[in-house]
């Protein structure tokens, strides 16, 4: 009786471990190391692989991030949508068996040179073990000889969206011009809810909204040089 117990315990761990690894990330961390500018955007790629038979749902997480005062973490994507960085709130998408997914960090630097980092938590929603894997996201980022034109970092980060809360009308205030400016506004879904150009100063009608938390990302040349986060009120 007593190795019937035995066998059937071994063959149960033995299970739990094939669970485990049914859901695994490509490396144990994700390291980058690249340079910044006034405007460029940059990314840090894993992926995640569903190495069962069947299809999953993967939830995930962000639980902290850091680095220099003048970086940003404008959000963090899955194979789906990209949604805006909110530290602890939780994520999931499906995999199909034998499927891979992206996991994609956004960092701007902002022309500040130094190390940061992200750590992410995902799991297998099905798995009743509770077995979570977690991922650091680790940066380094060099200045740019760029750095000394276009949009400063100081300038950067006087880029300013008010009122906050904003019921209809918002200001956007940009020091200086922008070649090919664009700002993206985006739900906490990861929806675009609004776009539209931009040079420097704008007045954005933001009365069509729901009300909620939203992102807005704005960007020049396709480069996003600043994310401002507000509230849209009744």
């Not at 999953?56 to 949604?83: I, R």
């Amino acid at each position: 009786m007593k190795k019937l117990f035995t066998l059937a315990f071994v063959l149960f761990a033995g299970l739990t471990v094939v669970k485990a690894q049914s859901l695994t990330f490509d490396h144990d961390t994700v390291s980058y190391v690249g340079t910044t500018s006034a405007s460029n955007e940059n990314d840090l790629i894993g992926n995640c692989h569903n190495n069962s038979n069947a299809a999953m749902t993967v939830n995930w997480t962000v639980v902290e991030s850091v680095g220099p005062s003048a970086w940003e973490y404008p959000g963090f994507c899955d194979k789906n949508l990209c949604y805006v960085l909110n530290l602890g709130v939780v994520h999931g998408f499906n995999l199909n068996a034998g499927e891979s997914g992206i996991m994609k960090l956004e960092i701007l630097g902002h022309c500040a040179a130094g190390s940061g980092h992200a750590i992410l938590r995902l799991w297998d929603a099905a798995d009743s073990a509770g077995t979570v894997l977690t991922i650091p996201y680790t940066a380094r980022l060099n200045q740019s000889v760029t750095c000394a034109t276009g949009i400063s970092t100081i300038e950067a980060g006087k880029i300013e969206l008010y009122p906050n809360p904003v019921r209809d009308m918002a200001h956007l205030s940009i020091p200086g011009t922008l070649d090919n400016g664009q700002i993206d506004i985006y739900n906490l879904l990861g929806s675009r809810v609004y776009s539209g150009a931009v040079r420097g100063d704008k007045e954005v009608d933001l009365s069509a909204l729901d009300a909620g938390l939203y992102i807005a990302r704005i960007s020049d040349g396709g480069k996003v040089i600043a994310t401002r986060k507000f509230t849209k009120s009744e």
